[in-house]
């Protein structure tokens, strides 16, 4: 498992180590104490993954186009 805390990594981070957290859950070549770890970091990786998507759908939302349909610029989302 990755040292960094799960709330200091980026999406790609977080989505890369949970991909090794569900591929060693799926062989189910660890130890039940150790399932249960890699479980909980992989319910808090996913939680982080779902958060970051959700900061991009919100940023996203917050383009401003022009009449001519280029963007000009965001306003700022509230807590980001």
């Known amino acids: 498992m990755n040292d960094t ?3 200091q ?5 977080a989505m890369a ?4 957290v ?5 062989r189910g070549d660890v130890a ?5 770890a890699l479980y909980e970091r992989g319910a808090k ?22 009449g001519e349909g280029t963007p000009v610029g965001t306003t700022p989302v509230e807590g980001l």
């Open 5 to 7: 805390p799960v709330d």
């Open 22 to 26: 569900l591929g060693q859950l799926e």
């Open 32 to 36: 039940l104490d150790e399932s249960i």
């Open 17 to 20: 180590e949970l991909e090794k």
């Open 9 to 13: 990594m980026t999406f790609e981070q």
């Open 45 to 66: 990786l996913k939680a982080r993954c779902e958060a970051k998507l959700k900061e991009a759908e919100e940023k996203v939302a917050q383009i401003t186009l022009d």
